[in-house]
């Protein structure tokens, strides 16, 4: 396993939880990396991306405003803060580093995956 998410769980509408993505086996300091989910029924979406420094970040429309995603290359990990949970947040959330320096909402553009972590939210 070269990525792992974690940090998911059961939580109210309204709450916090903040994702992690570690990466093992190898860096991906130099490597655009992105965060999707997939809610049951649904079809793989694009969350938010950041660039490899670290310095540009874009996010679903949805969760604009809500989460902000950050990464530290030195510890080779990255991170998904969740604020203002809504029950449409509900699904099972992976980390993927893309094969681009930028981030993409192309699923198509990440070679490396996570196994995903599940996130709850209840209203």
């Known amino acids: 396993v070269q990525l792992q998410a974690s940090g998911g769980g059961l939580v109210q509408a309204g709450s916090s939880l903040r994702l992690s993505c570690s990466a093992s086996?190898?860096?991906?300091?130099?490597?655009?990396m992105g965060w999707f989910r997939q809610a049951p029924g649904q079809e793989r979406e694009f969350v938010g991306g950041i660039d490899w420094r670290g310095n540009t970040a874009n996010y679903l429309d949805s969760v604009k405003g809500r989460f902000t995603i950050s990464r530290d290359n030195a510890k080779n990990v990255m991170y998904l803060q969740m604020d203002s949970l809504k029950p449409e947040d509900t699904a099972v959330y992976y980390c993927?580093?893309?094969?681009?320096?930028?981030?993409?909402?192309?699923?198509?553009?990440?070679?490396?995956w996570g196994q995903g972590t599940l996130v709850t939210v209840s209203s």
């Open positions: 993927a580093a893309s094969i681009f320096a930028r981030s993409s909402s192309s699923a198509q553009d990440y070679r490396y």
């Open positions: 086996r190898r860096t991906f300091s130099n490597n655009g």
